[in-house]
């Protein structure tokens, strides 16, 4: 059976909610983060040596980074669910956004992060680089969903469950998701999905739930 070694407040929660939307039974060993540096407890690294999460573990395999992991659910226990056919426009499509989601949309984000929780650097670093970054690619995310409902088509797949962190994280900030009406209708829709609400059941606290 899948063990999630999940980690409050963090990108594991999109594994839980994929094996939601699966229907495939999971169990879940739960890590806080330290409340001052917001990293994850040691522990973890028995687990893997990096100790992050999300990773998860499955009978003797270990496999940790969340585009891998949600690969390797979908193509092990997935039956063809949540991917569309290959050799297609809209799988070439779910691959990119597998991807884009942590290659692309999130380092920003964690340097804004950074720079506002740590105080590193200064403001013209955020000004002449970090916010013009994360207006660039939410501006480009907003138009991508102008094309189609899910962002591999007019289907919902698994590179929708990977996209939705970043978005999640945008959305916290109002002044960046007030202008991107397609963004905000994309969280409000998966956050109705019977799935997404069963894995915040079983997973905990998860401040992004609220962020719209």
């Known amino acids: ?25 999971y169990e879940i060993k739960f890590y806080e983060r330290d ?7 040691t522990s973890l690294r028995e ?30 226990y997935g039956n063809g669910r949540l991917i ?4 297609t426009k809209e799988r070439l499509r779910y691959t990119y956004w597998l991807h884009y989601a942590e290659g ?13 929780r740590f105080g590193v650097g200064d403001s013209s670093i955020n000004e002449g680089f970090i916010a ?4 660039l690619h939410f501006d480009y995310i907003e138009g991508e969903l102008n094309k189609s409902t899910w962002f591999a088509g007019e289907e919902f797949t698994a590179a929708d469950i990977q996209m939705s962190f970043p978005l999640e994280i945008v959305a916290m900030q109002a002044e960046l998701i007030s202008s ?3 963004i905000k209708q994309f969280i409000e829709r ?3 999905r019977p799935a997404y609400e069963r894995a915040l059941e079983r997973g905990g606290r998860y401040d992004f739930a609220n962020s719209i």
């Open 47 to 76: 687990v893997h040596p990096l100790g992050k999460s999300p990773v998860i573990t499955d009978a003797d395999e270990t496999v940790a980074e969340s585009g891998a992991i949600i690969e390797y659910i979908v193509s092990r």
């Open 180 to 182: 991107r009406p397609k």
């Open 1 to 25: 059976m899948i063990v999630v070694h999940h980690l409050n407040n963090s990108r594991s929660q999109r594994v839980l909610w994929l094996l939601e939307e699966l229907g495939i039974e």
């Open 190 to 192: 998966i956050h109705t």
């Open 84 to 87: 569309p056919p290959s050799a």
């Open 132 to 135: 013009p970054q994360i207006k």
């Open 35 to 41: 409340e001052k540096t917001m990293l994850a407890p």
């Open 104 to 116: 692309s949309a999130m380092p920003p984000l964690v340097m804004n992060l950074v720079f506002n």
